[in-house]
């Protein structure tokens, strides 16, 4: 079984940064691809951005540009760096893994989620 946490969450201004943190327990997912995926509240969940082992990155509309994802296969951990956010950032961010090595926008094809972390931008 795969454990993903979420950290890095809080409260941030118009224009701030923000990184998130997603550490993985269980068999390790240095081959497989990984992913966020926010949801604001009373919308349903959208992709944001996901990496495969090998590098290969995806991104949303929204985020290319902006965010950035990273892994450190080590640490069966990937990261969101967030810059120059905006109120229509505010959702509920979640960390997602696949099996298998390719990346995908399709969010069902995520066996293994975290739990969520809120992410706020006031403006």
């Known amino acids: 079984q795969v454990y993903l946490v979420e950290s890095g969450g809080g409260l941030v201004q118009d224009g701030g940064s923000l990184t998130l943190s997603c550490a993985a327990s269980?068999?390790?997912?240095?081959?497989?691809?990984m992913g966020w995926f926010r949801q604001a509240p009373g919308k349903e969940r959208h992709f944001v951005a996901t990496?495969?082992?090998?590098?290969?990155?995806l991104y949303s509309e929204s985020a290319e540009g902006r965010f950035t994802i990273s892994r450190d296969n080590a640490k069966n951990t990937i990261y969101l760096q967030m810059n120059n956010l905006k109120p229509e950032d505010t959702a509920d961010y979640y960390c997602?893994?696949?099996?298998?090595?390719?990346?995908?926008?399709?969010?069902?094809?995520?066996?293994?989620w975290g739990q969520g972390v809120r992410v706020t931008v006031s403006s």
């Open positions: 997602a893994a696949k099996i298998g090595m390719a990346a995908t926008m399709d969010r069902y094809a995520y066996e293994y």
């Open positions: 990496r495969n082992w090998s590098g290969a990155t």
């Open positions: 269980g068999p390790t997912l240095a081959r497989n691809a």
